[in-house]
């Protein structure tokens, strides 16, 4: 596909989706179109021997696809997914020896795959996200118990609000994180448990946001992520996380 990136366009109607044209893109037979809805046209498309414009039906070339919907080796108009090699295959890459073993699926069928996984991951986060804020109120309410005036106060100027806790933390220096060894233990508990649930409400802003933009050209992304949130990869950002690794493996499988 050829970005056509004349302003004048702009204000054009897509003929598929009948709305003011969005990163419009140009067919070889001049039609323009919506990319997101071009690009869902061509999928709907993989199927069948011919490729044409939505508008004409002028049979439109392979090209017409973009490098993201046609594999490398080929340079073939792509139908299936590779997971393990994260890229698109066309029908001859799927017949050579390097994917005969793996594990392929239509990219219809892949979009959904993944979409639900990247779905059933940000669900669990947020699971993981409430236990860890009610630890963290636990923890607010000890510390508020002792009347440590030095630790509240250190609390309500670096910390401040819930909601403003991202960007405050961000600014910590190293001098004042080399001073969590002065402070109460109560309040170091605090400043982890709000840096996990900075981490894990990161994840689940870019997994539902994958989710919404899940197309041929990111699945590659969609499994890096998974790979970034998995079980294992979360034993890092705080203990309670590594104890509910170490305790589903002693369960019977489930898919995070």
Known sequence: MLPWRDPSHDEGICPICQEHLKEATSTECGHL?????L???VQKALASDVLCCPLCRKPCPECILGIG???VSHQKRASSFCEESRCLLCPQCLESPEHKSH???TIENAISHYKE???RRSRKLRKDIAELQG?????????QALQVDCGNHWLETELGSQCQ?????????QQQLDQLEDTPAEVARILNLSRAIMQLSSLVTDLER???ELDANTLKNAIDLLDRSAPQKLEAIHPMLEKRVSKSSLEPFSEF
């Open 33 to 37: 179109f919506c990319r997101g809805c």
């Open 39 to 41: 690009t869902q046209h």
């Open 69 to 71: 919907l046609v594999c």
């Open 103 to 105: 594990s392929e699926l």
């Open 117 to 119: 996984r990247l779905s």
């Open 135 to 143: 630890l963290k109120a636990q923890e607010e309410e000890k510390l």
């Open 165 to 173: 806790a991202q960007g405050q933390l961000d600014a910590l220096s």
């Open 210 to 212: 994958t989710v919404k």
